[in-house]
Nanobody, 124 residues
């Protein structure tokens, strides 16, 4: 079992930055692929970014490529989502997720463990 707890959401102006954190307990994150997803009201849960392998391979949705990064601190058993140049369309609840599958995993159904979500609101 893996328990995930997100933090770091909030209200920010367009063009600003936020860093979300996802702290894990139960198992070491280095043995899992980690992903960030987001869900706006009335919309499906969308893939944002994922990191896997000991080398820290990453993959991003086109909508956030070049603006977001997904660093991981194995010593702290924590994965982050660094969000820069935020836009109003980035407003959503952001979820951290973990899976034992490796490689590029972008579908919510591929993930076994989920955090409770944290709200990010970007004002124009």
């Amino acid at each position: 079992q893996v328990q995930l707890v997100e933090s770091g959401g909030g209200l920010v102006q367009a063009g600003g930055s936020l860093r979300l954190s996802c702290a894990a307990s139960g198992r070491t994150l280095s043995r899992h692929a980690l992903g960030w997803f987001r869900q706006a009201p009335g919309k499906a849960r969308d893939f944002v970014a994922t990191i896997w392998s000991s080398a820290g391979s990453t993959y991003y949705a086109d909508s956030v490529k070049g603006r977001f990064t997904i660093p991981r601190d194995n010593a702290k058993n924590t994965v982050y989502l660094q969000m820069n140049s935020l836009k109003p369309e980035d407003t959503a609840v952001y979820y951290c997720a973990a899976t034992g599958r490796l490689g590029i995993t972008t579908r919510p159904t591929q993930y076994n463990y989920w955090g409770q979500g944290t709200q990010v609101t970007v004002s124009s």
